[in-house]
């Protein structure tokens, strides 16, 4: 089993920031890529931010590209995304997802989740 907890959420305003992390714990050679999903309400999962802790292969949203960064750190048990130039639309439910390649994460194959982190950006 693998255990994930989120933190970092919070309230700002668009244009600021905030950074997420991710602490990961349990049976870490069960997955290889961390990254991060949100759920507005009334819309769909969606996949933000992926990496991969042995190429450091990446993935981005469209909406993600030029604003957010994912990192991880060398020991394999926490992921991070920085948020810039956040906004409105941005609001939702951040959930870090765990899983064993890239493709399983994105297509939500056998993912781990966590509980989420709420992000409000207010106009």
């Known amino acids: 089993q693998v255990q994930l907890v989120e933190s970092g959420g919070g309230s700002v305003q668009a244009g600021g920031s905030l950074r997420l992390s991710c602490l990961a714990s349990?049976?870490?050679?069960?997955?290889?890529?961390m990254g991060w999903f949100r759920q507005a309400p009334g819309k769909e999962r969606e996949g933000v931010a992926g990496?991969?802790?042995?190429?450091?292969?990446?993935y981005y949203a469209d909406s993600a590209k030029g604003r957010f960064t994912i990192s991880q750190d060398n020991a394999k048990n926490t992921v991070y995304l920085q948020m810039n130039s956040l906004k409105p639309e941005d609001t939702a439910m951040y959930y870090c997802?765990?899983?064993?390649?890239?493709?399983?994460?994105?297509?939500?194959?056998?993912?781990?989740w966590g509980q989420g982190t709420q992000v409000t950006v207010s106009s």
């Open positions: 997802a765990a899983a064993p390649s890239l493709s399983d994460w994105y297509w939500r194959r056998g993912n781990y």
């Open positions: 349990g049976y870490t050679d069960s997955y290889n890529c």
């Open positions: 990496i991969c802790f042995g190429d450091g292969s990446t």
